[in-house]
């Protein structure tokens, strides 16, 4: 994945779409851009294209769809190279001009980025989330 400047104004159509849908966050990672709906990264932006968490909510949306995951090739240690394939799934352009569809699209990566976390102490409240210690009886 290489950025341009091109992914920033990607980035920026991006949110805008989803905004109906949730605040979408973004972070610079791997020379593209990670998005975030509060501390959970639920799609990619690289090479102006959108990725979503691909998990069996994405797929129970779109049965039919033939799913073409990010990949990026690594060098192994004896100089050879590996291809890396990545859950999360390439958006179509049919899905990015079709707001509903989209932003239903965008709520199933977020619930499989959620269910793929469950249990794991990665994730991170939000400042607005922090629970209060509870006080002291006497």
């Not at 920033?8 to 791997?30: I, S």
């Not at 690289?46 to 769809?65: M, P, T, V, W």
């Not at 004896?78 to 859950?87: F, H, N, Q």
């Amino acid at each position: 994945m290489t950025r341009t400047s091109s992914d920033d104004a990607f980035l920026l159509h991006v949110q805008d779409m989803l905004a109906p849908w949730t605040p979408v966050n973004a972070r610079k990672m791997f020379g593209g851009w990670g998005l975030y709906r509060g501390a959970l990264m639920f799609g990619i932006i690289a090479d102006d294209q959108l990725y979503f968490k691909l998990g069996i909510n994405l797929k129970d949306c779109s049965l039919h769809e033939e799913w073409e995951n990010l990949s990026y090739e690594k060098k192994t240690k004896d100089e050879k190279s590996k291809l890396i394939k990545l859950s999360y799934a390439r958006v179509r352009e049919e899905v990015l001009e079709d707001s509903d569809t989209l932003l239903q699209w965008a709520e199933a990566a977020w619930r499989d980025a959620l269910a793929n976390t469950s249990g794991k102490s990665s994730l991170k409240r939000l400042p607005s989330e922090r629970i209060s210690p509870p006080k002291r009886s006497r």
